[in-house]
């Protein structure tokens, strides 16, 4: 007997326009499992899975029909359905699905910790994004703490190797680190762990909108906050820029406020993305040419020199020590059914989401 399925979608030209669709999921195959959807988490980052999506190959993890997309999200699933002989139903894992109510997988290279997507369509996209972990065997996982997992880990892995990247840079030996769109999730995370390492490492400011300077402020783990209208007072010292909002008029101030000054700009996220950049954007520009940063590249290197083992026990350090941190900085805010999806997705569309509060769905 087939499941009933629901698929959201967005158009991948117009993102603004979506569609929920009802299709009747097939039985899986031999190999295969269909994993019940039970919640994810919605982000600004997930706006720039759709912007990136043909730039990166985001489109290609969930394949809609013609000029529909499926943007990735970060959730919890479990196994209802099960062709393959170590995955039994009931398994709960945890990674990378479509804003959906199922999805079927095509497990490989199962082990203790978990699986990745065997799929033909799926070779050939980056690992990170392939792989399940199950809960029963990830040392980072809490039970009381899923929301905060989909929430911040995914984006946080990224946090952590934009922070390593630099270092590994020494820091382009800029005197700070200069980051926008900073009340997104990966920002906070990046700002954090750059002000762990005290005097050793750069100042961080963070560039936000008027609304949010409030929220950003009190945060506490950046030592300068300005709004986007007084780019024109930054200092005139050397700098990074991480640029996680994408936004094209955003990113030409801050270059041609510090021309020379600025030692490295790294192109992240488009939180912006009604003036995207993402890729660099096609002006020219004071300073260096922005490069995009691609997390899963770093995360390859770091694996290569330590050992998976070895690079997986400090990022779980680090998570700990963030989660503690930021416990109390964002309230969770659970939402179901499709018309609350919906909503919250036009607010994020539209740049009306509340920076204070973290979104988890459930269809």
Not at 22 to 40: C, E, N, S, T, Y
Request: charged fraction near 15%.
């Amino acid at each position: 007997m087939s499941l009933e399925a629901t698929t959201f979608q967005s158009l991948k030209q117009d993102l603004a326009q979506t569609r929920f669709v009802h299709h009747a999921l097939q039985d899986p195959l031999p190999g295969q499992v269909v994993v019940r959807v039970l919640q994810f988490a919605l982000t600004a980052n997930n706006i720039t899975y759709g912007v990136a999506g043909d730039t990166i190959g985001y489109w290609k993890f969930f394949p809609a029909q013609g000029e529909w997309g499926c943007i990735p999200v970060w959730g919890f699933g479990e196994i209802v359905r099960s062709e393959h002989p170590d995955l039994g139903e009931g398994t709960r894992i945890y990674g990378y699905f479509p804003m959906a109510t199922h999805v079927t997988l095509e497990p490989a290279d199962v082990a203790a910790h978990g699986f990745s997507d065997g799929a033909a369509h799926r070779r050939g996209l980056p690992a990170i994004y392939n792989q399940y972990l199950l809960t029963q065997a990830d040392p980072a996982y809490q039970a009381d703490k899923e929301a905060e997992q989909m929430l911040y880990r995914p984006l946080f892995t990224t946090s952590f190797l934009i922070d390593d990247f630099l270092a590994d840079n020494g820091f382009f030996g800029a005197k700070r680190v200069i980051l926008t769109s900073a009340s997104s999730k990966t920002s906070i995370g990046l700002a954090h762990l750059l002000s762990r390492r005290g005097d050793a490492g750069p100042k961080v400011l963070g560039l936000t909108s008027v609304a949010n300077l409030d929220f950003v402020t009190g945060l506490g783990c950046y030592d300068e906050v300005v709004a986007y209208d007084n780019i024109n007072t930054l200092a005139l010292e050397p700098a990074v820029l991480v640029d996680m909002a994408g936004s094209a008029t955003v990113r030409a101030a801050v270059h041609n406020r510090l021309q020379d000054k600025l030692r490295h700009s790294a192109a992240v996220g488009a939180t912006h993305w009604k003036d995207s950049a993402v890729g660099g954007g096609s002006q020219p520009l004071a300073g260096p040419a922005p490069v995009m940063f691609f997390a899963p590249s770093q995360a390859q290197k770091r694996i290569k020199e330590l050992g998976r083992a070895g690079f997986e026990s400090l990022l779980a350090s680090a998570w700990k020590n963030f989660l503690f941190a930021a416990q109390n900085w964002i309230k969770v805010e659970h939402l179901h059914g499709e018309a609350q999806l919906q909503n919250a997705y036009a607010d994020f569309i539209h740049g009306r989401s509340d920076p204070a509060r973290g979104y988890v769905v459930a269809l």
